[in-house]
């Protein structure tokens, strides 16, 4: 499906919020924790799609956020586009986090570019009655992204390995990781949701992960981007990204 | 509309455009993207007899051009397959070809044998050539000696359409393309990608689990196409030719070169309805170059 740049915002050197419309019609159903894949056709050395979390879904504007990391040639091409250009996404992708039970606490916790899907999720949370609370994490103020939009929504926690904002540490460490939640949702690099996996065994909290591994087709057929699971090896992209933390083998 | 109907030993493909094991599933994880019927044929991942995890992750890393893979032929089974994925797919009406992989000759025989009973299953291809496997795999497929002996059981085994896939880290593919014909197999295909490795120079790991992996993309066309030429020349039995192709274009540089029908890989990752696109495109090259029949100009080069 064809999309247009309706605005890539620089919000930070790393990152880049780009604004899509669909090219024609209105946007598929989308659920918060799914991706797509982004075909990335201004880059000299690379050719596969780029799997991108969806950041947020605006029914009312038809549009989609991407929030981009630059991570490598592909990504750094992506981040690139300007308004008015065309890209083309395969969507919708993946699993979507599971719903809460009815009145239940939740946390929404997002290390780096893994705040991307927090923001769908707790805007849906939002919408459907709970009170959804974030917890995010960065090496410094500068670098904790959208922080406006999560403060729209609900109370937010946050990190900083300088201590610029927020407890001051990395964000496995903040506090409120160590109260009782009933549900914490987590994204972010693998060491940081494996440390946030223990600590929701530890206040008996459910969690589920969304999982970034490299992907080239996004469409469970080359498996290379499996984990593995209490079931053996399985496609993040077809069976996840979003696993419990008792599917996998965190247990350690 | 040109005739694009093209012919592997007895079996006819109703154009030559097929979708290589491993990039493709089943098929059915492409069907929201094209229309199955339409493919001359798919050839479904890497058969084993017994249930394989593959390697551990990383599996994949991104190339200039190229992508380099160690999935290691995880796969359920061939009584899974035949239970639970081909009661599925047995209707699509298109030839459903099943990639075939041992560590050892009686695994390759066993398998055939179970595939053998499948009517739905015209033709298997026989994988002399995975990379990214400890046992079997590349090493039946690298001396004439071994692919022979693949090709001599698995000839015995199974009935219908053999096609063996040959690896293309060799020093000369043609005598082992010689050695595999004289077995009485239907066909060839090549080439199964490129020993590689590659490094995260950062965190000075390689970025493989497996250290090494096998190299797919538009990187290795150059060496698939003269490769295939290399052997559709010099064998009697039709060549499949793969390696690389992106488009149309791509396909069509193959079968100049020699190749019988194509199969299309890493770009199903990129594009997942690109095969329609490279059949249209066939059509559309004939009806300009007025060809008649895409037989014409196979292996003119």
New interface residues.
């Given amino acids: 499906m064809d999309f247009h740049v309706v605005e890539n915002r620089h919000i930070h050197e790393l990152y880049s919020l780009l604004i899509l419309k669909p090219a024609e019609g209105t946007l598929p159903e989308l659920m918060p924790g799914q991706f797509v894949q982004v ?1 990335i056709d201004n880059s000299k ?5 780029r799997p991108i979390s969806i950041n947020y879904v605006d029914r009312q504007n038809n549009q989609l956020w991407l929030l981009v990391r630059k991570a490598g040639e ?1 990504t750094r091409a992506l981040c690139e586009k300007s308004a008015r250009d065309t890209v083309n996404l ?1 969507l919708p992708l993946g699993n979507a986090f599971s719903m809460p039970g009815q009145g239940a606490s939740v946390l929404l916790v997002g290390g780096g570019v893994g705040v991307a899907p927090m923001l769908f999720w707790g805007a849906e949370l939002k919408r459907l009655g709970f009170r959804p609370e974030f917890l995010l994490g960065a090496r410094s103020a500068n670098d904790i992204l959208e922080l406006d939009e999560f403060t729209g929504i609900g109370k937010v926690y946050v990190s900083t390995e300088d201590g610029s904002l927020g407890e001051t540490g990395l964000i496995t460490a903040n506090t409120i990781l160590s109260r009782h939640t009933d549900f914490i949702y987590c994204c972010g690099p693998a060491p940081m949701m494996k440390a946030v996996a223990k600590k929701a065994r530890e206040v008996g909290a459910t969690c589920e992960v969304s999982l970034e ?16 699971t209490v079931k ?2 399985v496609c993040v992209c077809t069976e996840g990204p979003v696993f419990n933390i008792n599917e996998l083998t965190w247990q350690d | 509309m040109a005739r694009l109907e093209v012919k592997i030993g007895d079996l006819s493909f109703k154009n030559p455009v097929l979708t290589a094991s491993g990039t493709f599933g089943y098929g059915l994880e492409f069907s929201d993207f094209i229309d199955l019927n339409r493919l001359g044929g798919f050839v479904v991942k890497g058969t084993t007899l017994h249930h394989r995890e593959g390697n551990p992750y990383p599996r994949m890393a991104e190339t200039p051009s190229g992508m380099l893979n160690a999935v290691g032929l995880q796969n359920k089974g061939v009584d899974y397959f035949i239970e639970n994925i081909y009661p599925d797919i047995k209707d699509i009406d298109s030839n459903i070809i099943v990639n075939v992989s041992g560590a050892t000759i009686s695994d390759y025989v066993a398998v055939c044998e179970k595939l053998n009973e499948l009517d739905r299953i015209k033709a298997i291809e026989v994988n002399i050539s995975c990379p990214n496997v400890k046992q079997g795999g590349m090493a039946f497929g690298t001396t004439c000696e071994g692919a022979a002996e693949v090709a001599r059981a698995v000839r015995k085994a199974y009935s219908k359409t053999v096609i063996v896939k040959l690896s293309p880290n060799v020093t000369d593919i043609v005598s082992i393309a010689k050695a595999v014909e004289n077995e009485g197999v239907d066909s060839l295909s090549l080439i199964n990608t490129l020993l590689g490795m590659a490094i995260d120079v950062e965190r000075r790991r390689p970025c493989l689990s497996t250290i090494t992996g096998g190299l797919s993309g538009p990187a290795v066309r150059p060496v698939a196409v003269r490769m295939v030429w290399q052997v559709a020349h010099a064998v009697n039995i039709p060549v499949i030719g793969l390696g690389g192709i992106m488009d149309g274009r791509d396909a069509l540089e193959f079968m100049l070169a020699g190749a019988t029908a194509v199969e299309v890989g890493t770009a199903n990752f990129v594009d997942p309805a690109v095969t329609m696109k490279i059949i249209d495109y066939m059509d559309d090259y004939c009806n300009r170059h007025g060809i008649e029949d895409i037989n014409d100009i196979i292996g003119i080069i």
């Avoid at chain 1, 050395?45 to 799609?49: D, N, P």
């Avoid at chain 1, 591994?213 to 593995?228: F, R, Y």
């Fill in positions: 075909s050395t690379t050719f596969l799609r592909g395969l591994n490299m992907m080239a087709c996004g469409l469970g057929a080359c498996l290379c981007c499996v984990e593995n053996g090896n």
